[in-house]
């Protein structure tokens, strides 16, 4: 029985190695990873604190789907645009609230040719507090989840298409 144990321990101890010792198959040599920068235009009616916002919640969405470009050395943008829908508020109940909607629209481009992609219109809607001193902009932006499976799909229709796109072609990056 003794020598049953050590054998099933020697066992376990050989398949626990195993993945330490195994290699990653390497990527093909024609492949490359396509990466995407954020860029809030100046003229899309948010202010400055709003754009930095709507910014750091797109890189969080890049980041998680490993499609962040480093330094934003890349051709391909997302561009968001944000806007409120409807805004609506309850009155004399005990708890007065706030329903804000709005829509989040993303765009693929080509930064230096303006060529289209992918795009994608995402609803949003928070409830707040009828004293919140937010925007509803600000409250809209809040509402976005960088953890939302949509841009996790998005991003990856968006890859797929940009190589479609430029499959058998070389890239100029200017």
């Not at 930064?111 to 992609?117: A, C, K, M, S, V």
């Amino acid at each position: 029985m003794r020598a049953l144990e050590k054998l099933l321990l020697a066992g376990l101890l050989i398949l626990g190695a195993l993945p330490a010792f195994a290699e990653a198959a390497p990527a093909p040599a024609d492949s490359i990873e396509i990466s995407f920068a954020v860029s809030v235009p100046q003229e899309s009616g948010l202010g400055a604190e709003q754009r930095k916002a709507i910014r750091e919640k797109l890189e969080r969405v890049l980041a998680r789907t490993g499609a962040a470009a480093e330094g934003g050395q890349t051709p391909f943008v997302v561009v968001p645009s944000i806007s409120t829908v409807s805004t609506s508020s309850t009155d004399g109940l005990t708890r007065n609230r706030t329903l804000v909607e709005g829509e989040l629209v993303l765009l693929v481009r080509n930064r230096h040719d303006g060529t289209l992609y992918n795009e994608m219109s995402v609803s949003l809607r928070e409830v707040v507090d009828i004293s919140n001193p937010d925007s509803p902009t600000d409250i809209l932006i809040k509402a976005i989840n960088p953890k939302d499976r949509r841009f996790t799909r998005f991003i990856r229709v968006s890859r797929e298409r940009i190589a479609e796109r430029y499959e058998g072609k070389v890239l100029e990056i200017p």
